[in-house]
């Protein structure tokens, strides 16, 4: 049965967790039918949506003192339009087996999915500000272990998209129609294994099966041209079988046209390609291979928050 949901003060998850109470705040009598696909909001409010999360990806690496910033920040419009307006999700009841699966594989992008998960309810402000600290929700790398909302434990690269085909075949065999939703950065596309799974999601027609590849051309050490250049990859993804998209991943209106494409097409797996800038909406992060894994300090947070703001 659809659930629909208003954030209340107070209003808790199956596990007790008080869900974030954000949105009332932002956006007024907002009902979320989070069980239908997606929260129902317009460009605008996901636009400012998206830089809330910016505003919330800086507090927390600049917390911690460490992070990844970087590919967060140029992450972060997708995945507002991604939540905003596809994932059948429950932060009620976290563990609802027909929800969609989103797995981030370069998990060390997590605070762009913190983000969001605060956005919606599953976690406070409160566990985001505990980003990277011991006994905290908010660990370093995403883990499906702590952290309601989180299906995938990343660490080492490229292993995200075989975990998401495995996804995507259990929901066949389930006869349950979630999708499943894999983003990997373009650096992490050097891994033999996911062009494994690339080649084997095409074999199983695996039309539940959606990839977002963060294309913003700079991986831990520098740009992604100078350690190994990976080429046309909207081209390399269609000569595996993929339906493939190739779109500006910061413009919104972009996103929510591909996301709906990919989320319709089901006879086999679908691809987006999402040029982005790496620490995209902080002036000095951006295209900045510094900013990979370096926290803001003082002076740096409170530049970035002026330009958020």
Not at 8 to 37: D, F, K
Not at 91 to 110: C, L, Y
Not at 173 to 185: A, F, H, P, Q
Not at 215 to 242: C, H, P, T, Y
């Amino acid at each position: 049965m659809l659930r629909v949901m208003r954030f209340e003060p107070a209003y808790r998850n199956a596990s007790g967790r008080i869900l974030a109470q954000t949105m009332n705040s932002q956006i007024p009598s907002i009902h979320l039918v989070m069980r239908s696909g997606g929260m129902g909001l317009d460009v605008e409010a996901l636009e400012d949506m998206a830089r809330r999360c910016r505003v919330n990806i800086v507090k927390m690496t600049h917390a911690a003192k460490s992070g990844h910033p970087g590919g967060s920040l140029s992450s972060i419009d997708i995945l507002s339009g991604l939540y905003g307006t596809q994932m059948r999700v429950d932060p009620e009841d976290p563990e609802w087996p027909d929800r969609d699966r989103f797995i981030m594989s370069k998990g060390h992008a997590s605070p762009a999915v913190y983000s969001i998960l605060h956005e919606i309810g599953y976690i406070t402000e409160d566990d985001m500000m505990s980003f990277r600290e011991l006994g905290s929700v908010c660990q370093g790398h995403v883990d499906m272990k702590w952290t309601d909302g989180v299906d995938f434990s990343a660490g080492s690269l490229g292993m995200g998209l075989s975990f998401g085909l495995g996804c995507s075949l259990a929901a066949r065999m389930d006869d349950s129609e979630r999708n499943i939703w894999v983003m990997l950065g373009d650096g992490e596309i050097q891994e033999g294994e996911v062009w494994e799974a690339f080649m084997a999601a095409d074999f199983h027609s695996a039309g539940n099966l959606k990839v977002i590849v963060d294309r913003n051309r700079i991986q831990n050490d520098d740009f992604v041209n100078v350690q190994m250049e990976v080429g046309d990859v909207a081209a390399k993804l269609a000569s595996f079988g993929w339906a493939v998209k190739e779109i500006d991943g910061h413009s919104m209106i972009d996103i929510l046209e591909a996301l709906e494409w990919a989320s319709k097409h089901d006879t086999g797996p679908a691809a987006i390609v999402a040029n982005t800038v790496k620490g995209k909406g902080v002036s000095f992060m951006e295209d900045n291979p510094s900013f990979h894994g370096m926290a803001p300090n003082d002076e740096q947070l409170d530049l970035a928050l002026e330009e958020l703001s």
